[in-house]
């Protein structure tokens, strides 16, 4: 949904004397939380819709805009999302989600070693039932990981137990110039044609190069071996057998994706030299690998699940005691993603309602009278239209608020009402440039 013909008031970007002073900074994403106009809601997206006192003030108190996180060329994932949020350049550092999650793990990547994400997913049939095996849980993904860890795993084939139905693979010497389709994008297709082939051009390369020991054909020939014996082996898995008779989707295949090398990224102290301390709070391993690339620090939270029943509660509560001595938060909730994955739009709903009422008001209602002044940032990274089912790179819209900020006119957070803000439309590091001053 293009939002584009709505005027954009031009303005000169102004920040308070409040801003000479010493900062504290705090960016509340809230995963996928963006969506299109739905029928069923009178042509509203769910942020209009929705009941969210708390970005409505802040949005009335403070700026907004449009910010574009998907660069040009880039699939809109949540790893290139939350990347550009941050201000990093796409081109420059991007290396797949693999090599992110590794991070989080605990995976310290080896020159030569590519790591992919590697769901564990439903198979019905022919179809892609479900990226996520029925939201399987992690104590029973992990019996599954490293039973196929037994019987698949050698010196060049290592699988790592990661997050619910979020693992990873990781093959020595294999070349990350395959298409691979992430299984999200994909529900109730048929699987097959899906699966990993060579990147155009690279079909025909013969020998191995650069520092991989295998070519592209070889390693997504590889890849789905893997695959079609992963099927093999977990079908009559007892866990599965449990599963089916307790009327659950089976977890009865690996989806590798999203291949990379270890990145070459910049802690962010090194871009803003606000950030002397910095955490990252989020249930989800690729969040938490880009927070160790950025030099950030990894905040675990009791109840913290990456779906609609996490404990924002006790992620608000981190948030607050983390910028007790921290300058930079960043507060990470997966659950709007999730749901519109799901293209639930009652549940997307209830997860943007929860976030603005047990998140972001707490956070502001206790930062708001500090002495030293929290900057508070609030956005998505990317939309998740219910109706869609999977991401898209629409600009998303943003709010920034903190005490002495000049207001503009926009009165509620919203995909069209910010289309309306102070800040128009931004891309790469302007967001994280406006906010850092």
Known sequence: MDYSQISIRPFSIFHSQLSIKEMKHIIILGDGMADWPVKSLGGKTLLQAAHTPYMDKLARMGRTGRLVTVAEGFHPGSEVANMSVMGYNLPKVYEGRGPLEAASIGVDL?????AMRCNIICIEGDLLKNHSAGHITTPEADILVK???????????????????????VIKGGDKRIDCTPPHDVPLKPYRPLMVK??????????????????????ADLINELIVRSQELLEDHPLNLKRKAEGKDPANSIWPWSPGYRPQMEPLAEKYPQIRKGSVISAVDLINGIGYYAGLRRLTVEGATGLYDTNYENK?????????????????VEASDEAGHEGDVDLK?????????????????????????????VLPDHPTPCELRTHTAEPVPFLIWYPGIEPDEVQTFDEVAACNGAYGLMKEDEFMNEFMK
Do not use: C
Not at 110 to 114: R, V
């Open 110 to 114: 080896k020159p030569g070693e590519m």
């Open 198 to 219: 060579p990147m155009p051009g690279t079909e025909h390369i013969t020998r191995p190069e650069g520092g991989a020991e295998l070519t592209p054909k070889q390693t």
């Open 349 to 377: 709903i209830r997860t943007i309602e929860n976030l603005d009422s047990r998140a972001i008001g707490p956070i502001y209602e206790a930062v708001k009278d500090w002495d030293e002044p929290v900057a508070i940032a």
């Open 147 to 169: 039973y196929l860890q037994e019987k698949l795993g050698n010196e060049r084939v290592h699988f790592y137990t990661g997050v619910q139905y979020r693992h990873l693979l």
């Open 316 to 332: 608000a509560a981190a948030a607050l005691e983390a910028l007790k001595t921290d300058d930079f938060v960043y507060l990470h």
